[in-house]
């Protein structure tokens, strides 16, 4: 263990990990939604924020931008970034309400045992990384620097980049409007409903499979916005980092207590601050195993989170 | 009408069972002991205490709502009373695991059939069968002469059982091909697989016409007449009066009644709750 | 469409019905003879009569050999899944550790150095995949059936992280010389060497029918029953007595030491084990065979898995698009997964069960009664 690495740049290690963490924590807000309507884990819900990555990618390479370009001038990257950030999202929530109409509505409807869902889903979820694979070769793509990487101002010693501050404000402020939009809208209320008691909602005339719907929707849109801002941090996309990714936000969603919005941003955060501190005490190698061993301390001491399960019943 | 029958039934703050004066023959197998069970706000059981005595068929009954199968499962180890216990021959049943609780004695059948579909009725009993058998994953791996001879018990177990509540016909059919009063009798055959002290039947009769009906309380008896004692929940008054020997009754997760069948049929108080009370007050 | 699936299911029908009617005698000879088949079969001698089925890329022995280790993952899998009801996507990981487990232990590249004997090193194997298998169920088991699923998919990459990022795992570079079987001819010739892959074959195969006549006495004991009660529905089996955990346990455990036998034979036969060859997605390959040949279904099982084996090998080296049809693989089985959840969940050969067994033996009450 190499504390000296940790304590030398304690607050980069923070920041570094808080970024990450952001991206974490939007995904997992797919896997908690999900989870609170449907108590199913949407294994392929990885496979939703890939297609938004990439869909922002070629997106920018559709309007001129290649691998080597580099955005200048205010306006024209706020413009860049609205506009990948937009097909990122189109892509992501396509993607999910496909996944939802296909694989999943058909066995709801005949009322299939919980194993079919996740069989399915896990095939879903392979078969469109690997169409991703073998599109692109299995090679990387490279993204445009759509945001120079500067330096905007430091805490503490740490230097905190542009890029840094963009993937943290975006991700707060895609947290603070879907917690208001499920507490506040008639949409929210009727996910409530639904995620507390499917059959009594129906009976209230809310329309179960449109409450579904828009919960894929919008776990896709929150996926698309943070596959993009994944672009932006990494600069290059493999179509196998949604498997590793996934499986981390999912372990984000179960920390802050799957079924539960807020759940998903304290775990989220806090696993890629874990995550961040462990590959400076350890080696970034082994920083992957992290997430996977707090999963399985957590479910072994806490399975509900840190925050509990509050969108669905209690559990069964 | 209702004074004269007020005695009978014994009242909340009535001691122990000692101050019956037919409890001293009796010994009691399930203790239901000042339960009470919260769900959040809500009060399913309100200190409800009574007592089930070996030999006996006890029926648990009260209007829809009234806390019966929120009973039945707090005795089966399901839910965990907020406050009071359960003891089943003399043990406490709270903490208890469901798989040790039915090999101490209890065996139930669920209001809403929940048989293994997929599995023949045969297989159905034998599962229940092996509740008290000792076969390990060795033994069976290996057909050592535990398995072999556990294996021939639990058949000739089940295939005799099977005969009892009167489906041997149906032995190789899946579960879910059996037609509906056939399932109810099959799950109450493979509860008495797992050799009962207690047999709880959770509202047998459901769905069921008069003939069918008739048949149930016959072999109700039956069971009974084998040394088993039944815990019967039923909605419907005039089964539980024609098999019982005694009766409780629950209305609001409250004990309103208990007695004999004749004197409870007289208690106001329960004709009140059966009749006097408009159903939509109970939903 | 819903005609061919009629005259498939009718078909199907028809051979079930003569298979179960049909005496006694004519069913093990049957039996008897798919076996001598199968033996037979990569001998060129034999397979050279049998027109497009055997491979022409590659050696068909080596196939043979590859799709009998798939069998053999597919038995095991199905006991997990197929059986007690439990989604294991991490069954590849099982079949890791013990190869690792045998490459560890045998190979002169190991820092071990204790160079043991693969016989010595097998029961290791599965003892060890057997424990692991139990320290990933203890803390999923008691939870939902889908935090098990996602336990286990996350070891497999942890596994994958381990073998490429340990120094004492040694990543890409593997471990060379693993020793093969132990046995030679008479003429003092090892059984097991490197050129004729037919002997790995046969030892997997023969290994295969063992396992399978242990799981086949399992399924017919409490044991099968408790673990198809427990797929059926877990509360009403624990309140039939079924101690449900314990059950779970043992299922996922001896899916787990299938998986480390399959993988100690693999490393046997390769005499390398490295990072490389080990594609963790192969899981997701093994998972679609259980549920293609029928889940809960031992025949099922080893239907699926040969055809599915069988055909990636068939189809190596054929291009698509400019790309091999290979690479397609996980692409395809992926989406077999949710075909067959959607249209076919039963599988290919539906489970019938076991009442047919019990018909021979006792005719006479169910005429009776």
Not at chain 2, 45 to 54: E, G, H, I, Q, S
Request: glycine letters at 10%; hydrophobic letters at 50%; a positive charge.
């Amino acid at each position: 263990m190499d504390f000296n690495a940790l304590f030398s740049d304690f607050g980069g290690y923070t920041i570094t990990g808080l970024t990450v963490g952001a991206i974490y924590a939007l995904v997992a807000l797919g896997y908690t939604l999900v989870y609170g309507v449907l108590r199913l884990i949407n294994f392929a819900h990885s496979e939703v924020f890939i297609a938004g990555a990439f869909a922002a990618i070629w997106g920018w390479s559709a309007l001129g931008l290649n691998r080597d370009s580099v955005v200048s001038g205010i306006g024209s990257i706020m413009l860049y970034l609205l506009v990948g950030a937009l097909i990122a999202a189109v892509a992501s929530a396509g993607t999910a309400t496909v996944i939802e109409r296909v694989a999943y509505r058909p066995l709801r409807k005949r009322n299939a045992p919980p194993l079919a869902f996740l069989i399915t889903a896990i095939g879903a979820s392979i078969a469109i990384a690997e169409a991703f694979g073998i599109y692109t070769r299995r090679l990387p793509v490279g993204a445009p620097t759509v945001v120079k990487n500067d330096v905007l101002f430091s805490i503490g010693g740490a230097s905190v980049t542009v890029v840094q501050v963009l993937i943290l404000g975006s991700a707060l402020a895609m947290m603070v409007a879907l917690d208001l939009f499920i507490n506040r809208s008639r949409i929210g209320r009727g996910i409530r409903a639904v995620a507390q008691d499917q059959n009594t909602a129906a009976l209230m005339g809310i329309n179960k499979d449109r409450i579904i719907l828009v919960v894929f929707v919008i776990g896709g849109v929150m996926a698309g916005v943070a596959g993009m801002l994944y672009d932006i941090r990494i600069g290059t996309l493999t179509y196998s980092v949604g498997f590793l990714l996934g499986l981390k936000a999912f372990t984000a969603a179960v920390l802050g207590g799957i079924g539960n919005l807020r759940g998903a941003l304290v775990g989220g955060l806090l696993l890629g601050l874990v995550e961040n501190y462990a590959s400076a005490l350890w080696g970034a190698n082994w920083k992957d195993l992290v997430a996977f061993v707090v999963l399985v301390v957590l479910l072994m001491f806490r399975p509900t989170g840190l925050l509990g399960e509050s969108l669905g019943r209690a559990r069964a | 009408m209702g004074e004269t029958v007020q005695k009978p039934t014994v009242p909340e703050q009535a001691g122990p069972p000692a101050a019956e004066s037919t409890a001293v023959t009796r010994e009691p197998l399930l203790e239901v002991d000042h339960v009470t069970l919260r769900f959040g706000g809500v009060v399913a059981l309100n200190d409800v205490n009574f007592t089930l005595y070996k030999g006996e068929i006890l029926g648990l009954i009260g209007p829809n709502g009234a806390g019966k199968t929120t009973c039945f499962n707090a005795m089966t180890g399901i839910y965990q009373p907020s406050e009071g216990e359960i003891r089943f021959r003399g043990e406490r049943i709270t903490g208890k695991k469901k798989h040790q609780i039915t090999k101490m004695g209890m065996a139930r059948t669920f209001q809403n059939i929940r048989l293994f579909p997929e599995m023949t009725a045969l297989e159905n009993i034998q599962v229940g069968a092996d509740a008290h058998h000792k076969t390990s994953v060795i033994s069976a791996l290996f057909r050592l002469p535990r398995h072999r001879r556990e294996e021939r018990d639990g058949l000739e177990k089940a295939e005799r059982l099977l005969d009892f509540v009167g489906i041997s016909g149906r032995m190789h059919d899946a579960a879910r091909n059996l037609s509906y009063g056939e399932q109810r009798r099959l799950e109450i055959a493979r509860a008495l697989a797992t050799d009962p002290v207690l047999l709880c039947l959770d509202e047998p009769a459901a769905g069921f016409n008069p003939a069918e009906k008739e048949e149930l309380l016959q072999l109700i008896r039956r069971i009974r007449d084998q040394g088993v004692t039944v815990l019967l929940i039923e909605h419907d008054m005039r089964l539980v009066m024609g098999v019982t020997d005694r009766i409780v009754v629950l209305e609001f997760g409250k004990k309103i009644a208990e007695g004999l069948p004749a004197e409870v049929r007289e208690d106001h108080r329960v004709i009140a709750a059966y009749l006097g009370v408009p159903d939509d007050d109970v939903a | 469409m819903t005609s061919v699936r009629e005259w498939f299911d009718s078909g199907r029908h028809a051979v079930s019905e003569r298979w179960h009617n049909g005496p006694r005698w004519m069913r093990w000879a049957l039996i008897a003879a798919v076996i001598v088949f199968f033996y037979a079969l990569p001998n060129r001698e034999f397979y050279q009569w049998l027109g497009p089925i055997p491979t022409t890329g590659s050696n068909f022995g080596h196939v043979l050999f590859t799709v009998s280790i798939y069998v053999l993952l597919a038995v095991g899998l199905n006991i997990v899944v197929g059986f007690a009801g439990l989604l294991d996507l991490g069954y590849f990981g099982f079949f890791a550790v013990g190869a690792y487990t045998v490459a560890v232990f045998t190979s002169p590249s190991s820092d071990l150095k204790t160079l043991w004997p693969w016989m010595l090193a097998l029961p290791l194997a599965i003892a060890l995949t057997m424990l692991s298998g139990v320290m990933l169920g203890t803390p999923t088991l008691r939870l939902r059936g889908d935090y098990l699923a996602i336990v286990t998919l996350g070891f497999a990459e942890m596994i994958r992280v381990a073998a490429t990022s340990s120094e004492f795992l040694k990543g890409q570079r593997g471990f060379n010389q693993i020793p093969h079987p132990p046995g030679s001819y008479p003429d003092g010739k090892p059984i097991f060497g490197v050129l004729d892959p037919r002997p790995y074959y046969w030892l997997v195969l023969t290994l295969i029918i063992l396992v399978v006549i242990g799981v086949q006495n399992l399924n017919r004991s409490r044991v099968g029953r408790a673990w198809i009660a427990i797929r059926e529905d877990e509360d009403a089996a624990q309140l039939m007595g079924v101690p449900t955990f314990k059950f779970k346990l043992w299922a996922f455990a001896s899916g787990a030491a299938i998986g480390g036998l399959a993988g100690a034979l693999f490393a046997g036969k390769q005499n390398f084990v490295s990072s490389q060859n080990l594609e963790l997605l192969n899981s997701i390959i093994i998972l679609a065979a259980v549920i293609l040949g029928g889940s809960g279904n031992i025949v099922g099982a080893i239907v699926g898995g040969g055809l599915v084996a069988y055909l990636i090998e068939r189809f190596r080296g054929i291009e698509f698009f400019g790309i091999e049809l290979y690479e397609y693989r996980f692409m395809l089985f992926g989406l077999v997964l949710v075909v067959m959840m959607i249209f076919r969940p039963q599988g290919l050969v539906a489970n019938r069960r076991r009442a047919a067994e019990f018909k021979d033996r006792r005719k006479e009450v169910i005429v009776g009664g």
